[in-house]
């Protein structure tokens, strides 16, 4: 494997490792949400639900980021 292909494999694990820590995060918050609608603590639930899309939004550019890079490096050939 080319010095090239080893570095776009380390942005592509990199990127994908990030994305899914964000995931993680994303849905540990919606059940905390989930836990707190139920009890009726509302403004808790949407501080968790609003963190838990943030989370989400982090994830998204991680994949979308791998995407680009794959993208790239398929059409450079």
Do not use: V
């Not at 993680?24 to 609608?37: C, F, G, L, P, T």
């Not at 982090?58 to 059409?75: D, I, L, P």
């Amino acid at each position: 494997m080319s010095k090239r292909n080893n570095e776009h494999n380390s942005d592509h694990a990199a990127h994908h490792s990030k994305a899914a820590d964000h995931y993680d995060h994303a849905a540990n918050h919606h059940r905390e949400a989930a836990k707190h609608y139920k009890s009726g603590e509302n403004e808790r639930a949407a501080h968790h639900a609003h963190a838990a899309h943030g989370h989400s939004l982090h994830a998204n550019h991680y994949a979308k980021e791998s995407g680009k890079t794959f993208a790239s490096e398929n059409h450079q050939k």
